[in-house]
């Protein structure tokens, strides 16, 4: 099972940018670019919420409307990592943001599809 590792999170402005990344490791037997790739979030007393999408070969990508125009998902599977720029941020994306990996062809939406999870980093925006 890949694992993910995420970084890149912090406390910054209303208004202000941040770049998360994720990297995945253990592809035994497997390429990063088997894997479609999410963003998700989760603030305290929310359920999780799916931020981006973006298909195997960084093609297609898909956004949360919450976050559209403001996030880009990309990917990078020659070092086997996938970010989440974030711009133009607000207090309610205040979160806790998650990267994962869906292995099969369910819905890039549903957290439930996905096959592995990265531990999570804080993003703090104040106002």
């Known amino acids: 099972q890949v694992q993910l590792v995420e970084s890149g999170g912090g406390l910054v402005q209303a208004g202000g940018s941040l770049r998360l990344s994720c990297a995945a490791s253990?592809?035994?037997?497997?390429?990063?670019?088997?894997?479609?790739m999410g963003w998700f979030r989760q603030a305290p007393g929310k359920e999780r919420e799916w931020v981006a999408g973006i298909d195997w070969g960084g093609r297609y990508t898909y956004y949360g409307e919450s976050v559209k125009g403001r996030f880009t998902i990309s990917r990078d599977n020659t070092k086997n990592t996938v970010e989440l720029q974030m711009t133009s941020l607000k207090p309610e994306d205040t979160a806790v943001y998650y990267c994962?990996?869906?292995?099969?062809?369910?819905?890039?939406?549903?957290?439930?599809?996905?096959?592995?999870w990265g531990q999570g980093t804080q993003v703090t925006v104040s106002s």
């Open positions: 994962a990996a869906i292995l099969g062809y369910g819905s890039i939406m549903n957290g439930g599809h996905y096959d592995s």
């Open positions: 253990g592809l035994t037997g497997r390429t990063f670019s088997s894997y479609r």
